[in-house]
């Protein structure tokens, strides 16, 4: 009988491994065909644009080395700094609205206990970000003009009663806040609901039987091990928020330039090179902006705790 199941192991051992290949071996061939697709898009749409905008900030338009001159340029130019306070007005609304109310949303609907209504809030919630960024803007086209809007009555109980004056350049950091969290923070809170699902049960139960409330539980147990996908959330949003650009653009075409087209950032680059055909300023401002992200992205990592192990 011994005889017997030495003689057949191998044939088992064949069958389950055809050409002595290791298990998963297939998906290791995938995964590495996945990786290799990504860093390539990497290369070809991150990292050598990067490059030549670092070439092009650092040099004339005839190629030659200008040092920090196209810095110089548009940092002493008028509209500079204006465009910078727009954008950091709209970034310090957006991502504290963002990190206080997707955090609250995501833990109050993993709190319901109701499947189907958990699940509808999930679907409502995220519905907004299927818009891409332009449709969502001439959506609030109409939202924001108080003749057509199904709130005019709040616009016109604020003292708004034009379009014109709803779009006045002193309302538009809100506004920007606004259109970018109804689109953006449906996702966040799908994503932040999946982050609070790898709370183990057992330490939920156990803070209950301690005799934690809900708000205690929140605040002691679920934001504590939500603090590296706040961070992440705080940086991706920053990324985004930085490059503001369409909801503007697409205001001044609405509003015959009541609102400028050098409101933001991107928008004073825009203008360097294809207004002025001046490239070179347009690539000093792309590193400007890159920098500034790079910044206030380490200190999410550092307050985050992004890369720590647990």
Known sequence: ????DQ???PAVVARRRPGGARPGGGRSAMSYGFVALYAALTVAFGILPTLYAVYLAFTTGEGGFAGLDNFTKVIGDFRFLPAVGHVAFYLVIWLVSLVVLVTLLAIVVHTIRWRWLSSSLRLIFYLPGALAGASSVLLWLFVLDPTASPVGGLLRFLGLDSFVQVIVPGNLPPIFAIIAFWTGAGGWIVIMYGALNNISPDVIEAARIDGAGTVQIAWHIQLPLLRKWISYMGIMSLAAG??????????SQASNAVVPNDYSLNQLAYQYAFQQNDFNGAAAISLLLLVIALVLSAFFVMRGGLFETD
Do not use: G, Y
């Not at 009988?1 to 017997?4: D, E, H, R, Y």
């Not at 930085?242 to 205001?251: G, H």
């Open 7 to 9: 003689s057949t192991r």
């Open 242 to 251: 930085t490059q503001l650009f369409v909801e503007p653009q697409l205001l």
């Open 1 to 4: 009988m011994t005889a017997v």
